[in-house]
């Protein structure tokens, strides 16, 4: 039997935190920056936590990590 793989796109786009919570970015902040305002940019800029009901899909696919 192969060796079983993370998802690559998942370690890519969050990080456990030392509580066992899971850090992700915010979306729309790469392009098309300037109709929004600074106050939204700043903002966007901050890390947030995955939300409990997305939890477990995400730990499953970080396991191999």
């Known amino acids: 039997?192969?060796?079983?793989?993370?998802?690559s796109s998942a370690k890519k786009r969050f990080k456990l935190?030392?509580?066992g919570k899971i850090k992700r970015k915010h979306a729309f902040k790469s392009h098309i920056l300037t109709k929004?305002?600074?106050?939204r940019k700043l903002?966007?800029?901050?890390?947030?936590?995955?939300?409990?009901?997305?939890?477990?899909?995400?730990?499953?696919?970080?396991?191999?990590?």
């Open 36 to 39: 929004k305002s600074k106050k």
């Open 1 to 7: 039997m192969p060796k079983m793989k993370t998802k």
């Open 43 to 65: 903002r966007l800029t901050h890390d947030g936590l995955v939300h409990k009901s997305d939890h477990s899909n995400i730990l499953q696919q970080l396991t191999l990590k």
């Open 17 to 19: 935190t030392g509580t």
